[in-house]
DNA sequence: CTATGGCACGGATT
DNA sequence: AATCCGTGCCATAG
């Protein structure tokens, strides 16, 4: 298939002034939180650049009254035949906890999330999710949160006003409360706790026994730790008791809306995992597996960039040397949002190849990862290498499944073969030696050296042949 | 003798 | 130019 994008790629090669290069590329390698700071500095030292508040909605672009549109959560498809869509960077919000500042919170362990951005930052993992007539009830429990997270009005009177069975708002909740922070939109501490315990679960944690049990029953005995009360009236010895009690207040957050704890994740605690807030999200509908990608280069702050007009106007109209000084600052001013505009050009031309090559990647996970390099998007979109390498450098995607991965996982050569390999032997009857790994990954085409075989194994944590025996 | 990890080299990639 | 990565060789453990 052939060039699907209709962005237009000549408006990238217009001549540039040097000072327009050197902006351009220390923008491009900055992930969202840079820039915003950046932008934060401009705007706080040059009186030309301004900032236009304009609340839309992220996907259809409609004025927004609450925080959150109240209409629509669906993104708008350009073209229905077209596989990937882009909610492009203008117009678009600032995910949620982007913009709070380190310095805000660093001296409080529980710092509590801006309650204003929470809505925005559910809303966008469910967006995809929600039927029409879904979207107006979301958003209404959202923006019905309290500070702690919860929504403390009977969902009766929801069902009520919108003239729908209490089922649907039930649902709905259901999903809001699946995402994270987990538990929140739940009525009391209580369920928030519960619902984070059916989580885990559900996600293969170990957890002590009846842990759900003393949440539903010994809640008012637990929230007092009161371990005696609480084993007789589980019936089990007060040793256990306190396991479930350690559990609970290390694994679990009474208060959705307070700090989130680092989501659950994979068994395995490998690296020291960095929750990034994501620069690029793409979704899509799950409902549909042939539906389109929807891909969302995030625009780090809220409202517009703008030329002070004010201020324009009194330049043009006077030649004193303040304005010529004033007129310095707005070139400086219109080229900063030009340079912005073209790294986000750049970034939208990148996902855009990455998510029409790397489809099944992206809906069906690691191992159908082509390997691809940055050299080749390079040549393939016309730009030079380095331009792709500082693209991809220190940004993070949003993947459907949720999982939030450095963009430079896309050119990692060997994640493919790794997970085949991680497959290969979950799914082994006796352990396999690497060189008979070695032998069936050529079988399938994979020429890997045995050695790299056992490189590889090491990476992902697994033990070697005569070690794993008899796991699981 | 087989399986695996360490070290280091050279080519690819950034 | 600097770095990363796959691979070969060899030592060691079972």
Same mark, same amino acid.
């Given at each position: 298939?052939?060039?699907?994008?209709?962005?237009?790629? =000549?408006?990238?090669?217009?001549?540039?002034?040097?000072?327009?290069?050197?902006?351009? *590329?220390?923008?491009?390698?900055?992930?969202?939180?840079?820039?915003?700071?950046?932008?934060?500095?401009?705007?706080?030292?040059?009186?030309?650049?301004?900032?236009?508040?304009?609340?839309?909605?992220? &996907?259809?672009?409609?004025?927004?009254?609450?925080?959150?549109?109240?209409?629509?959560?669906?993104?708008?498809?350009?073209?229905?035949?077209?596989? @990937?869509?882009?909610?492009?960077?203008?117009?678009?919000?600032?995910?949620?906890?982007?913009?709070?500042?380190?310095?805000?919170?660093?001296?409080?362990?529980?710092?509590?999330?801006?309650?204003?951005?929470?809505?925005?930052?559910?809303?966008?993992?469910?967006?995809?999710?929600?039927?029409?007539?879904?979207?107006?009830?979301?958003?209404?429990i959202?923006?019905g949160?309290?500070?702690?997270?919860f929504y403390p009005q009977p969902l009766v009177e929801l069902a009520v006003h919108?003239?729908?069975?209490l089922?649907?708002i039930e649902?709905?909740r259901?999903?809001?409360?699946?995402?994270?922070? @987990?538990? &929140?939109?739940?009525q009391s501490?209580?369920?928030?706790?519960? &619902?984070?315990?059916?989580?885990?679960?559900?996600?293969?944690?170990?957890?002590?026994?009846?842990?759900?049990?003393?949440?539903?029953?010994?809640?008012?005995?637990?929230?007092?730790?009161?371990?005696?009360?609480?084993?007789?009236?589980?019936?089990?010895?007060?040793?256990?008791?306190?396991? @479930?009690?350690?559990?609970?207040?290390? =694994?679990?957050?009474?208060?959705?809306?307070?700090?989130?704890?680092?989501?659950?994740?994979?068994?395995?605690?490998?690296? #020291?995992?960095?929750?990034?807030? #994501?620069?690029?999200?793409?979704?899509?509908?799950?409902?549909?597996?042939?539906?389109?990608?929807?891909?969302?280069?995030?625009?780090?702050?809220?409202?517009?960039?703008?030329?002070?007009?004010?201020?324009?106007?009194?330049?043009?109209?006077?030649?004193?040397?303040?304005?010529?000084?004033?007129?310095?600052?707005?070139?400086?001013? *219109?080229?900063?949002?030009?340079?912005?505009?073209?790294? =986000?050009?750049?970034?939208?031309?990148?996902?855009?190849?990455?998510?029409?090559?790397?489809?099944?990647?992206?809906?069906?996970?690691?191992?159908?990862?082509?390997?691809?390099?940055?050299?080749?998007?390079?040549?393939?979109?016309?730009?030079?290498?380095?331009?792709?390498?500082?693209?991809?450098?220190?940004?993070?995607?949003?993947?459907?499944?949720?999982?939030?991965?450095?963009?430079?996982?896309?050119?990692?050569?060997?994640?493919?073969?790794?997970?085949?390999?991680?497959?290969?032997?979950?799914?082994?009857?006796?352990?396999?030696?690497?060189?008979?790994?070695?032998?069936?990954?050529?079988?399938?085409?994979?020429?890997?050296?045995?050695?790299?075989?056992?490189?590889?194994?090491?990476?992902?944590?697994?033990?070697?042949?005569?070690?794993?025996?008899?796991?699981?």
């Amino acid at each position: 298939m052939a060039q699907r994008h209709t962005f237009t790629q =000549n408006a990238t090669h217009r001549p540039m002034t040097t000072a327009h290069l050197a902006q351009t *590329m220390s923008l491009l390698e900055m992930n969202n939180n840079e820039l915003a700071e950046k932008i934060q500095n401009e705007l706080a030292n040059n009186p030309a650049l301004e900032l236009k508040e304009d609340y839309r909605c992220p &996907v259809c672009g409609k004025k927004l009254v609450n925080q959150v549109c109240s209409v629509c959560s669906r993104p708008p498809s350009l073209d229905p035949s077209d596989p @990937i869509v882009f909610v492009s960077s203008r117009n678009t919000y600032s995910s949620s906890y982007t913009s709070r500042r380190s310095e805000d919170y660093e001296s409080f362990e529980d710092f509590s999330v801006d309650t204003e951005d929470l809505p925005f930052y559910v809303l966008n993992q469910i967006r995809t999710e929600l039927k029409p007539d879904e979207r107006a009830i979301a958003a209404a429990i959202l923006h019905g949160l309290d500070d702690n997270g919860f929504y403390p009005q009977p969902l009766v009177e929801l069902a009520v006003h919108h003239h729908v069975p209490l089922s649907k708002i039930e649902h709905v909740r259901s999903l809001i409360q699946h995402s994270d922070p @987990i538990g &929140v939109a739940s009525q009391s501490a209580q369920e928030a706790l519960i &619902v984070q315990a059916d989580t885990l679960r559900e996600d293969g944690f170990d957890m002590p026994p009846l842990t759900k049990r003393a949440l539903e029953e010994g809640f008012h005995e637990l929230s007092k730790k009161d371990h005696r009360a609480l084993s007789k009236r589980l019936g089990i010895s007060i040793s256990d008791t306190e396991k @479930i009690i350690a559990f609970i207040s290390e =694994n679990l957050n009474p208060f959705p809306a307070h700090a989130h704890w680092g989501s659950h994740r994979n068994q395995t605690s490998d690296e #020291p995992e960095r929750y990034q807030d #994501p620069d690029i999200i793409i979704s899509y509908n799950k409902e549909d597996p042939e539906a389109q990608l929807v891909v969302q280069v995030l625009w780090p702050i809220y409202g517009n960039l703008h030329i002070n007009q004010f201020l324009k106007k009194v330049i043009a109209e006077t030649k004193t040397d303040s304005s010529k000084q004033l007129a310095e600052e707005q070139q400086k001013a *219109m080229l900063l949002i030009k340079c912005i505009a073209q790294r =986000n050009h750049t970034l939208v031309q990148l996902m855009q190849k990455l998510a029409y090559d790397q489809r099944k990647f992206i809906l069906k996970g690691d191992r159908y990862l082509i390997p691809m390099t940055r050299a080749s998007v390079a040549e393939e979109l016309g730009v030079h290498e380095s331009t792709i390498s500082r693209a991809v450098s220190s940004k993070s995607v949003q993947l459907p499944s949720g999982k939030i991965v450095p963009l430079s996982q896309f050119f990692d050569r060997s994640l493919q073969v790794r997970t085949i390999i991680k497959d290969m032997i979950e799914k082994e009857k006796k352990p396999l030696s690497d060189t008979k790994i070695a032998s069936k990954l050529s079988q399938d085409g994979y020429n890997i050296a045995r050695r790299t075989v056992a490189k590889y194994r090491s990476m992902e944590g697994i033990l070697p042949a005569h070690l794993r025996k008899k796991q699981n």
